[in-house]
C-alpha cells in the first residue's frame, strides 16, 4: 500500500471522525462551507478548554510539563517504530526530518539562534503533522509486510481492536488502560471505527496512528 | 517489540480486579508511576521508555529502582547532559573563517572553472601570473633550476601562465589533486626584490610563496578542512565536559582541568595552519601546551597537559573563538557558572554630556554600572588573545614592550597594532598617555586587575568553585533543566542543600542529577510534593 493511496482515506476520516451536525456558529453565514474543529479551523475554540500557557510556581509547584524537544522526538520515534524515522527529500537525497528542518523546528543551532523554541507554535504543529504522517504510513507498510510472528509495530492484533488500542496506548502515551476498562481508547476506538466503515482496516490504523502521534499525551510530558 | 510483549500487557491488566477501592488505588499508582517513568525518560535518556519498562511498572506498580539507576549510568545521560552544556556555552565555532583568501584554495569547478586547484586571493594571483589568470590546463613546466615556465597570454601581455602539478593533499593521502604549481610551490621562505626575507607559512604575499608540501597552509573549503578543524574545536570542548560526567570526575574539573584532548585536524591546525589567520584570526602554535605532530586525517583523540595558562573548558579554542572579546568570556563566565548576568542600573545622561568623553569604561557615566565588574572579570583572559587564539605567556609578550610604545608601532608591527596599545589608539593623552607599549589587558588596569591579569581564567574559576557560587549555579541550572522551571524562593533551602550535597559528594554530576529527579517535586510532579 502506497502514500496516496493511505492519505487518500485520511482526509475522508478527518471529515467523518467528527460530529456530522456542526454546532450553530460553525456554519458561515451563506451556508457554503461546513466547518469542522480540526487542528487548523478556528471553529469552536471553546472546544479546547482552558488552558495555562505559562502557570506560575505559586500555582504549581511540581516539575511543569514541557513539550518534547525535537532532539527528543529525534530520539524517540526510532524506539518506538523499529528504527523508522521521519524522512524527507531535500536536494541532498532523503534525510531525517528531524534533521532537514531542523532550525524550522525551532532548535537552537548556536550560532543564529542560541535558545530553543519549544512553543507548540501551528507551524511546528504542521511538521508534526507531516512527520505523523510519514512515519505512521512506513510502519503501517512494515506491518502489512511482515511475516506471521514477526513483531508488529502498531497493528499488533487487527481482530483485537481495544487490546491493540491498549497496547499503543501504553506504547505510544505511557498510559495503561486495564482490560476491564475502555476509559481513555473510547474516543480512538470511535476514530478506528468511523474509518473502518468506509476504508480497510490499515487505513483505520494509520488514522489512528496519527492521532495518537500529533495527541497532547505523546508530545507534552 | 513483539507480540509477546502485547500479550504480557493484555495479561497483566486481566490480573488485577479485586474491590472498586483497592483498583482505583493500584491504577493510580500505576497511573503515577508510568507517568515518572516517561519523565525519566525522557529527561535522562532523551527518549521515551520502552514498552517492556513501561510493562514491568504495570507488574509492579511501581517503578523498579534498577531502571533509575540504569539511566543515570547509561550513555544516553551523557547524551543529554551534552544538550545541557551546548545550551550553557553555545559550544558551535562552524562559522569562523580561519584563514584569509591568500591561504583558502579554490577547486577545480564551480562558478569560475579552472584547470586546478588555486589560491582565491587576488594579489595571489596578481603577484604569480601578473593579472585575474589562473594556470594552464597542462602539466608544469620547469628549468635545471627547478623555477617554473611560463606561457606569455596572447590577448594580455602583462600575463605569464604556468601548468599544474599533481599533489598529494593533507586532508586525503594517498590520492593526488592537480594544484596551480604556483599556488603550490612548497618553499619554506622567499627573498623579495628588496632582500627582504618572507616567512611563506605565514604570509601570503610573495611570488615565490605558495601552500607549503602537501599544501599543509592552505584550507580547501570545498573539501571542508576549515569545517573538519571547526567540528574537532566543538567536539575537543563538548568530549571534555562528557568524559568529566563519565568518569565521575568532580565536576569542578569543568573549569580548573588542566587535561585535554587534541585530535588530528586540531593538532595539525594549531602546528602548521594556525599562524595564517592573519587579521582574520590572530592565532598561533603558542597555546601553553604541546602540540603533537599528527596527521590532519587521524581522527583519534590523544589525552594531553595543559601548562598554567589553563583552566577548564574556558581556555579551549571553542570557548575562546566562540567568544571573541575578554568581556564576552567573562559575561558567558557569569551566565554559565556563577549564574548571574551583568546589568546596570544606573541611569545614563544624556549624549551631549562630557562625561561620555571619559576612555575608561569603569568611570564613564551609564557604562560604569557594568564595567566595574565586568573589567576586572575580564581581565583574567587578559593573557589570552582577543579574536583569535594565542596563549600570550609573558615570556613572549611582557607587560611592556618598547618597541611598542615607539610613534607608529601600530603601523610598522603587526603585534603591536593586534596587542599592545600604542600611540594610535591614544584619544586622550592626558589619562591614556602613560599606557603606551602596555599589553592592551593593562590599560587603565589597576593592582586588582593586573592581579587577574596573571591569574587567568583558573583564578576566577577557583574563586567560583571556593566562594561555593559555582556549586549553587550547577544545582540551579540543573534544577531549572529537569524540573521545567526556575527554582522559587521557596526553594532556596532546597537549592542549598542539593548544593551543599554536591559539594559534600565531590561534585559528581550524576549524583546531583539522582538527587533531583528522587525529590518529590520531580516524581510526582504537578502535585508538588503535596
Known amino acids: ?221 | 517489540m513483539s507480540k509477546h510483549t502485547l500479550t504480557l500487557v493484555v495479561a497483566l491488566s486481566l490480573v488485577a480486579s479485586p474491590a472498586a477501592a483497592e483498583v482505583c488505588d493500584e491504577a493510580t499508582a500505576i497511573a503515577e508511576s508510568l507517568s515518572y517513568l516517561r519523565r525519566l525518560s525522557l529527561d535522562l535518556r532523551g527518549r521515551v521508555p520502552t514498552l517492556e519498562e513501561q510493562a514491568s511498572v504495570v507488574t509492579n506498580g511501581a517503578i523498579d529502582p534498577s531502571i533509575v539507576e540504569a539511566m543515570v549510568e547509561s550513555e544516553d545521560l551523557i547524551h543529554q547532559v551534552r544538550r545541557h552544556h551546548l545550551d550553557m556555552l553555545w559550544t558551535n565555532v562552524n562559522d569562523l573563517r580561519l584563514t584569509n583568501q591568500a591561504f583558502q584554495l579554490s577547486p577545480p569547478q564551480g562558478r569560475n572553472p579552472a584547470p586546478a586547484y588555486f589560491l582565491q586571493a587576488q594579489l595571489r594571483r596578481n603577484q604569480y601570473r601578473g593579472g585575474p589568470a589562473v594556470c594552464l590546463d597542462e602539466p608544469a613546466r620547469f628549468d635545471r633550476d627547478g623555477a617554473i615556465l611560463t606561457t606569455p597570454d596572447p590577448q594580455n601581455a602583462n600575463i605569464r601562465r604556468e601548468g599544474w602539478v599533481e599533489v598529494e593533499p593533507y586532508w586525503a593521502p594517498g590520492t593526488t589533486i592537480r594544484v596551480c604549481a604556483f599556488d603550490a610551490q612548497t618553499a619554506e621562505t622567499w627573498t623579495d626584490d628588496r632582500g627582504n626575507e618572507i616567512d611563506c607559512a605565514s604570509n601570503g604575499r610573495g611570488a615565490g610563496c605558495g601552500c607549503g608540501p602537501n599544501l599543509r597552509w592552505c584550507q580547501s573549503g570545498f573539501d571542508g578542512t576549515t569545517r573538519t578543524i571547526t567540528t574537532s574545536m566543538n567536539e575537543q570542548l563538548l568530549r571534555y565536559m562528557d568524559a568529566i560526567v563519565r568518569e565521575d570526575r568532580p565536576y569542578t574539573d569543568v573549569v580548573l582541568g588542566k587535561d585535554f584532548e587534541i585530535d588530528g585536524p586540531l593538532a595539525f591546525w594549531l602546528a602548521h595552519q594556525s599562524q595564517t589567520g592573519g587579521n582574520v584570526l590572530p592565532a598561533a602554535p603558542l597555546q601553553d601546551h604541546a602540540i603533537p605532530d599528527r596527521a590532519f586525517s587521524d581522527a583519534t583523540w590523544q589525552t594531553l597537559e595543559r601548562g598554567d595558562q589553563h583552566a577548564g573548558v574556558l581556555s579551549m579554542p571553542g570557548y575562546l573563538l566562540k567568544f571573541g572579546s575578554n568581556r564576552g568570556r567573562a559575561n558567558r563566565f557569569y551566565e554559565a557558572f556563577l549564574c548571574q548576568h551583568f546589568e546596570s542600573n544606573e541611569p545614563i545622561p544624556p549624549a551631549t554630556d562630557d562625561c561620555h568623553k571619559e576612555p575608561d569604561l569603569t568611570k564613564r557615566c551609564g557604562c560604569k554600572g557594568c564595567h566595574l565588574a565586568v573589567e576586572p572579570a575580564a581581565a583574567h583572559w587578559g593573557r589570552w588573545a582577543e579574536a583569535g587564539l594565542i596563549a600570550m605567556t609573558d615570556d613572549r609578550f611582557p607587560a611592556y614592550l618598547e618597541q611598542c610604545a615607539q610613534p607608529g608601532a601600530g603601523r610598522r608591527f603587526p603585534a603591536c597594532r593586534l596587542f599592545y596599545f600604542t600611540d594610535s589608539d591614544v584619544t586622550d593623552p592626558e589619562s591614556e598617555g602613560e599606557y603606551v607599549g602596555m599589553l592592551r589587558a593593562y590599560v587603565f588596569a589597576d593592582d586588582t586587575r593586573a592581579a587577574n591579569i596573571e591569574a587567568g581564567p583558573l583564578g576566577i574559576a577557583s574563586s567560583a568553585v571556593e566562594s561555593g557560587v559555582f556549586a549553587s549555579c550547577t544545582v540551579q541550572k540543573m534544577w531549572t533543566r529537569l524540573m521545567s522551571r526556575e527554582p522559587s524562593a521557596a526553594e532556596a533551602e532546597a537549592i542549598a542543600t542539593l548544593a551543599s550535597d554536591f559539594e559534600a559528594n565531590g561534585y559528581r554530576l550524576k549524583s546531583l542529577i539522582q538527587s533531583i529527579v528522587e525529590r518529590p517535586e520531580y516524581v510526582e510532579a504537578a502535585r508538588g510534593g503535596e
Open chain 1, 1 to 221: 500500500m502506497n502514500r496516496r493511496i493511505l492519505m487518500t482515506p485520511l482526509f475522508v476520516f478527518a471529515v467523518a471522525a467528527c460530529d456530522a451536525t456542526p454546532p450553530a456558529g460553525t456554519v458561515p453565514p451563506d451556508g457554503s462551507e461546513t466547518l469542522y474543529p480540526d487542528s487548523w479551523a478556528h471553529a469552536m475554540p471553546e472546544d479546547r478548554g482552558e488552558a495555562t500557557i505559562t502557570p506560575t510556581p505559586a500555582e504549581a509547584e511540581g516539575r511543569f510539563a514541557r513539550r518534547m524537544s525535537v532532539d527528543q522526538l529525534r530520539r524517540s520515534i526510532p524506539v518506538l517504530f523499529d528504527g523508522i524515522t521521519w524522512t524527507v527529500n531535500s536536494r541532498n537525497g532523503a534525510q531525517s526530518g528531524f534533521d532537514a528542518l531542523s532550525r524550522t523546528l525551532g532548535e537552537a543551532d548556536y550560532i543564529q539562534a542560541t535558545s530553543h523554541n519549544e512553543e507548540p507554535s501551528p507551524l511546528f504543529a504542521k511538521f508534526m503533522e507531516d512527520m505523523a504522517a510519514d512515519v505512521c504510513n512506513q510502519a503501517v507498510r512494515a506491518d502489512l509486510e511482515a511475516a506471521p510472528g514477526d513483531p508488529r509495530l502498531i497493528i499488533m492484533d487487527d481482530a483485537d481492536v481495544d487490546g491493540t488500542l491498549r497496547f499503543l496506548r501504553l506504547k505510544l502515551h505511557g498510559l495503561y488502560v486495564p482490560s476491564d476498562s475502555t476509559d481513555g481508547i473510547d474516543d480512538l476506538r470511535a476514530l478506528y471505527d468511523d474509518v473502518a466503515s468506509t476504508q480497510e482496516p490499515p487505513v483505520a490504523w494509520f488514522a489512528v496512528c496519527i492521532a495518537m502521534l500529533t495527541a497532547p499525551e505523546f508530545m507534552a510530558y
